[in-house]
Structure formats: C-alpha cells, structure tokens
C-alpha cells in the first residue's frame, strides 16, 4: 500500500492554552512512536497549506467564516467556548488542516495514494456550519466529503467516525444527505449529549455505555454497520479517527486498547476495498493521553500500510 501521511507544520502552532488536552505536543508524540517503530519509514510525507477560501464554503457559511477571519485579525484572541479560542495562529493551523485533508482527497482521485491519514489540529468533527465548539473550528471530514463530490466524478460517500463523542458538526452539516452515510460510534451520555439528527435517515448512531471494549464496540460495528455500508457502495471512506475511546484517555470511559483501532481499522479497509477501490482518508480528531494516543496511531496507520498487527 501506498499511504501517505499529511502533516501541516501549522497544525503544530495551534495553541488554545498550555493546560488544554489539544496541545501541540500531541503530534510530537504521534511523530515519535511512528519513527521508533519504523512506521514513518513507510509513509510517503507531505505538508500542506492553508485551503482556498472559496473552499470552507463547501461545509460552513459565510456569516460564521467571516467571524473566524475577523477573530483571527483581532488583538485579542476570541473565544467561541470555554475551550475553543480563535486568533491568528489557530485560524490558519485551522485553514492548513482543511488544507490538509484536500490534499489528501486529491491524492486518492489522481493515483499518488492508496490511503491517507492526515495528521491535523484542530479537530473538526463538533464544528458545525454556522458554530465552532468542542476544540474544533472548521468540520475536516464535512469538507472533504463536500470537496470530493464537487470535483471528483463519484456520488456515494460513507464517514465512519470512532472518536468517543458524538459528531454533532458532521451531522449538521450532513444529516438528510442521502449520498453520505454516516457511521458514528461514541460513548452514551458524553459531550455534546445530543444531536438532534442522530436519528436521520442517513444516520447510523451506535451509543456505547461506559466501559466498553473495543471488542464489544467493534461487534457492534460489524453487526450494525457492515449492512448499511454494503447496501450503500460508497465509492469513498472517510475516517473521523479519534483516539479517546481508549481506556487510558482521560476525557471518556471507554476501554479499548491499542490493538482495536489496528482491527477496527482491518475491518473499515476491507469495506473500502469492495466498494471504493481501496480509497480510504483518514484524519486526526481527539485523542488525549500521549501515551496511548500514539501507539493506538501507530495500530491504525500499520493497518493502513498493510503492515501485521503491532
Ligand atoms: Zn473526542
């Protein structure tokens, strides 16, 4: 497999507070574990710049990217919640992400890459069209489903999204679409509590009690989703890979280990080689507790490569 792995250098100048869970050091742990397991060795390596921003307009709308410039140009840093905080250096770590994941799009539908992970900060699956919130400024995955439909002569689109919490954004801006099915696990009763199109008909939601293994969530996963997704033939597969469902994470109860996401990973390839040519962008959403955050990467991109199960 060819996997390419994007990492925008702004992405590591995105700084809410130096306590905050999203730091910067998170992708240095990321980088890291990947060089000391030989794993980098086999990705291609790209950096990206910020997107066009007749882009972000495929997923948000002018009113709320107009606030995000005017914050990003203000003295003072503005604050959408209590820990989602806009200023200059966010903003464009934000536009290099989107950025990011465009790239990533462009390389399945023009042949350079077999798959990719894009490594970005801020995360994006809380924003919705009209509201950033929960760390996230601009909706990552939103965007490059929107992006890979304008200009790539495909149709049907399935996002599977396996970070601890609901995708609220992603279901703002996607919910009713019924070209993309949305596969979203999380824990039950976690932040953002609810969305009021969990249940759309384009929606498959799998709320998880506290406690869950990666085992029981994967069944759960194979049972449930498999079906809709073959019944669907998506011709893309996006990831939301967020990484806090591991029992170490801090922010849920959730309790995989690493080696879930390599098998949940397995499972998800498998679906993009029967019905999507392989072609498979994945892209960074939370994940907080360095020391499971980078191996449980390290898992899901050995998988991506074709690697055995670390
Ligand atoms: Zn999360």
Not at 93 to 113: E, S, T, Y
Not at 217 to 245: K, N, V, Y
Request: proline share 6%; net charge negative; glycine share 6%.
């Amino acid at each position: 497999m060819i996997t390419s792995f994007i990492l925008p250098g702004q992405c590591r100048r995105h700084m809410i507070a130096p306590w905050h869970p999203d730091h910067p050091r998170r992708l240095d742990a990321i980088e890291r574990q990947l060089a000391l397991s030989g794993v980098a060795r086999q990705l291609q390596h790209f950096d990206a710049l910020p997107v066009a921003p007749d882009m972000l307009r495929l997923a948000h709308t002018p009113d709320y990217l107009a606030l995000l410039a005017d914050a990003a140009d203000s003295d003072t840093p503005v604050a959408l919640d209590e820990e989602t905080l806009v200023n200059a250096d966010n903003w464009d770590a934000a536009r290099c992400a989107a950025g990011g994941v465009i790239k990533g799009v462009n390389q399945l539908f023009r042949n350079q890459a077999d798959n990719v992970f894009c490594a970005v900060r801020p995360p994006g699956h809380h924003a919705e069209k009209a509201q950033g919130m929960g760390f996230c400024l601009i909706n990552n995955v939103a965007l490059a489903a929107c992006y890979a439909r304008r200009h790539y002569d495909i149709q049907r689109i399935a996002i599977i999204d396996i970070d601890a919490h609901q995708c609220n954004g992603t279901l703002d801006i996607l919910a009713h679409d019924h070209d993309i099915l949305i596969c979203t696990l999380y824990q039950q009763g976690l932040y953002p509590w609810s969305s009021a199109n969990e249940n759309a008909p384009n929606v498959e939601s799998l709320p998880l009690p506290a406690g869950s293994t990666g085992q029981q969530a994967r069944d759960r996963c194979l049972h449930q989703w498999m079906p809709r997704i073959d019944a669907h033939r998506p011709e893309l597969i996006l990831i939301s890979a967020g990484f806090d469902a591991h029992r170490d994470d801090p922010m849920t109860e959730l309790a995989f280990d690493s080696g879930d996401y390599f098998d949940l990973t397995r499972d998800i390839l498998a679906m993009a080689e029967r019905h999507a040519n392989g072609r498979v962008l994945s892209v960074l959403e939370g994940g907080y507790h360095l020391e499971s955050l980078a191996p449980s990467v390290n898992a899901h991109l050995s998988a991506m490569i074709g690697l055995e199960r670390p």
